[in-house]
Antibody, heavy 119, light 106 residues
Framework: EVQLVESGGGLVKPGGSLKLSCAASGFTFSNAWMSWVRQAPGKGLEWVGRFKSKTDGGTTDYAAPVKGRFTISRDDSKNTLYLQMNSLKTEDTAVYYCITDLGGHLDSWGQGTLVTVSS | DIQMTQSPSSLSASVGDRVTITCQAS??????LNWYQQKPGKAPKLLIY???NLETGVPSRFSGSGSGTDFIFTISSLQPEDIATYYC?????????FGQGTKLEI
């Protein structure tokens, strides 16, 4: 069974940084594309970015609102995906989900971790 | 970015009703369209991929159709456990984009 467990969320001041982790199990993580999607309180879904598997190039793509501030990385030896978030803004407040990305099909979702950016 | 427009934004229906949600893309996305269900306090769940293919384990009362710019999601006979918000999502072009959601109430 696929399991994705996010951690690292919390309260951070505007301009601050936070690093989220996503521990994966139940599938071959190294072969998987992975995406992050966020959901602001009471709002809809917004794709943040993705990391392709190394066999498919190991490249990253980001949504415009986070490009240059957020960095997605992965450690295939630890079956873990990361989201480093810098220069955080109040509008980054959201639940962040880690997801297996089957080339656009956002297949398995973690439970999410809440990031609150507030002074 | 490709804009996805869902309608209605909310919908009230009765158990047993046939429910239809539409999703329109701002440009041709072929069949690169998925539908998700999100129950309150939970993560979204993929129900339908490639516009019309039912994800494994999803009840057959759920269905999807369409291609190009216009798509339809249908629940043939609404059940109480279908209370949720439903989202469409395109993956023809990056960034992946979602519709604004349709909140379904009974």
């Amino acid at each position: 069974e696929v399991q994705l467990v996010e951690s690292g969320g919390g309260l951070v001041k505007p301009g601050g940084s936070l690093k989220l982790s996503c521990a994966a199990s139940g599938f071959t993580f190294s072969n998987a594309w992975m995406s992050w999607v966020r959901q602001a309180p009471g709002k809809g879904l917004e794709w943040v970015g993705r990391f392709k598997s190394k066999t498919d190039g190991g490249t990253t793509d980001y949504a415009a609102p986070v490009k240059g501030r957020f960095t997605i990385s992965r450690d295939d030896s630890k079956n873990t995906l990361y989201l480093q978030m810098n220069s955080l803004k109040t509008e980054d407040t959201a639940v962040y989900y880690c997801i297996t990305d089957l080339g656009g099909h956002l297949d398995s979702w973690g439970q999410g971790t809440l990031v609150t950016v507030s002074s | 970015d490709i804009q996805m427009t869902q309608s209605p934004s909310s919908l009230s229906a009765s158990v047993g009703d046939r429910v239809t949600i539409t999703c329109q893309a701002s440009q041709d996305i072929s069949n690169y369209l998925n539908w998700y269900q999100q129950k309150p306090g939970k993560a979204p769940k993929l129900l339908i991929y490639d516009a019309s293919n039912l994800e494994t384990g999803v009840p057959s009362r759920f269905s999807g159709s369409g291609s190009g710019t216009d798509f339809i999601f249908t629940i043939s006979s609404l059940q109480p456990e279908d209370i949720a918000t439903y989202y469409c999502q395109q993956y023809d072009n990056l960034p992946y984009t979602f519709g604004q959601g349709t909140k379904l109430e009974i």
